[in-house]
């Protein structure tokens, strides 16, 4: 779970270095994909979005899985 809280850490921060380096890319419906350990296990996924609603930053971590799990996630209402 190290490397989710860095992966956090980068998102809020807006690292673009990190966030290139581990595929981070939009999905649909707000929902951005990034991946977590790319050296040893590209398929682990980290997926998320921002509230644009509130004025504040609140980051809401929707998931942890693979790209199996991908179908399930695009279906969260947005």
């Known amino acids: 779970m190290d490397k989710v809280e860095v992966c956090v850490t980068k998102i ?3 690292d673009q ?3 290139h380096k581990h595929k981070d890319h939009a999905l ?3 929902i ?3 991946h977590i ?3 040893y296990n590209d398929n682990w ?3 998320y979005r921002f509230n644009k609603i ?3 930053l609140e980051l809401e971590l929707i998931d942890l899985g693979n790209h199996d799990n991908l179908t ?3 279906k969260i209402k947005g």
């Open 12 to 14: 809020i921060e807006n």
């Open 17 to 19: 270095t990190f966030l």
């Open 54 to 56: 509130t004025q504040e």
């Open 28 to 30: 649909s419906k707000g």
């Open 37 to 39: 350990d790319r050296q």
């Open 45 to 47: 996924l980290l997926y």
């Open 32 to 34: 951005r994909e990034l």
């Open 72 to 74: 399930r996630i695009i």
